[in-house]
């Protein structure tokens, strides 16, 4: 079932919007008010000395978000340092019965031994006897997991943030040889243990869906809502992480599946720059945004929901959470695996760019969006261009022909698209890069060619285009130490993380503009009749 947040928190959240005054501040014929910058509280006092870490704690939170110019809220909301215990570490005890018990303190049926998988997770149950033969479960099949079946069951931040590692251990088969058959690839591949099902099923959009807006916050708000349309949440998005330990912000590889590539953007731009080159046409008058958005699905996949093999590492994570509640400590883990994550969905890919056109150019030589989506290619059959059919050939519009300087950028490619903001998920880093490439070097004619490119490579580099989702506190093993506790202490910590950062920490927008939050920083979208920083100017009507 698509993951709520608990109707008291939305309760919360909504009696807190409800300001004093009772009425949005009077529109200002000139000027935006004074800049607000962040605001946080006092630190809290130090926690006791955990006793198996070696650390205290304390913690603080954001009073107000930024606003109006003002500085962003960026910091972290808590910190540590060292200290002295009271009392020993109670190490957890580990008793795996007449089960084998692997280095890394895992339990495993003595079955498993020796049988080319790695079981342990380190190893540790491949050290055969000198006169053993390894048994694999496959025989002499050579049939690998694909990257499907690994990113299944990936974390999703109900705040829109890239989820940096996965829960589970994707390459334990628990001595099975399930084998799953893709059409695509015609070959069969490993069905880890902790998938239920994986279905090889390409699906791909016929067409491309397309929108035109004329103004940066409409497509910021649409982004948003695509964004944590598996949440119901306020329009307040976080991608930038704040709550990392130490060694963890410029991490990129460790035990379990790293999403650092596989699943994000592949290019040197992240959603998070691309959010941010967006925010730069806020107050941009003669701008339109044509958004362009393709999807192909490769296969569904459904988690399994009893005991399922976690990563060693996400393992050690959850133990090296303190047992008292300590909200940056929590907030961390949220940040790295997620506040939920996928207990079923769809694995593909999604090609989204964001059109920067000027409106000026556009009037002035007679141009709308639906001839830029011709000359690009994006009015053509999807399947079609992916069959080799020459894009470019097939397109009919006048507008694109090579006298109306198309094919030389000087007439749809460039003034008209000023430029080209990437919003990319899943596919591998040889079209993404050239992708990037082109923006660098200031192209604009990425067109449907590129699509066709990209999608060739979603299967080595796939990402959860649909899911439903599950509180990554229910992965929390019972029989792990302090696991009650723990379990109550992350689900309090993603209730407040959500609290933490409500559009209520904002000043309202005026004359009836609606608050976003993006990073910490508060926007106002504004309605049709108004613009400026708090919606505080009337638009003239048109004529005038």
Known sequence: MTAKIPSLLLGLTLSLCVYVSGNVRPAREVGAPAPIDCQLSKWSDWSECDPCTKLKYRSRSFV?????????????????????PAGPCEQ??????????????????????????????????????DDQEPKPPCRNLNIDISELGRTAGDGVNILGMQARRNPFDNEYFHGICDKVWDGNSRQHFRKPYNLASLVYQTRADKTFASD??????????????????????????????????????????????????????????????????????????????????????????????????????????????????EKADYFSLLEMYGTHYAVSGSLGGKYELVYVLDSDVMKAKDVTSSDVKDCLGYNLNINAAGEGIDAKAQIKNDKCTTRNGYNHGEYISDPVIQEVIPFVEGGTLVPATA????????????????????????VDAPAIIKLKS???????????????????????????????????????????????????????KCSIEYSGIACQIVKPFKGE
């Open 64 to 84: 107000k978000f930024g606003q109006y110019g003002g500085a962003s809220c960026s910091s972290s909301l808590g910190e540590n340092q060292q200290c002295k």
């Open 92 to 129: 957890e005890r580990i008793d795996c019965g007449n089960d084998f018990e692997c280095e890394s303190g895992r339990c495993i049926k003595t079955r498993l031994l020796c049988n080319n998988d790695n079981d342990c997770g380190d190893n540790s149950d491949e050290l055969c006897e």
């Open 212 to 325: 035109t807006f004329e103004d940066s916050k409409e497509v910021l708000t649409k982004i948003f809502q695509e964004t944590t349309n598996n949440f119901e949440a306020s329009l307040s998005v976080k991608f930038t992480p704040t709550e990392a330990k130490e060694g963890e912000k410029s991490e990129k590889k460790g035990a379990g599946k790293d999403l650092s590539i596989s699943g994000n953007l592949g290019i040197n731009q992240s959603k998070n720059e691309s959010l941010h080159s967006l925010k730069s046409f806020l107050y941009q008058t003669n701008k339109t945004f044509f958004k362009v958005t393709g999807s192909v699905q490769l296969a569904t996949f459904q988690m399994r929901t009893r005991n399922p093999v976690l990563s060693q590492i996400f393992l050690e994570d959850l133990q090296s959470l303190p047992p008292f509640y």
């Open 435 to 458: 992708l990037g490439e082109k923006l660098a070097k200031d192209y604009k004619d990425l067109d449907v060619d590129n699509y066709v490119r990209w999608a060739a490579t979603i």
């Open 470 to 524: 599950s509180p990554i506190y229910t992965l929390i093993p019972p029989e792990m130490k302090d696991s009650y506790t723990k379990r109550k202490n992350l689900e309090r910590a993603t209730e407040e993380y959500i609290e933490e950062h409500s559009t209520c920490k904002c000043q309202p927008c005026q004359n009836g503009g609606t608050i976003i939050v993006l990073d910490g920083e508060c926007l106002c």
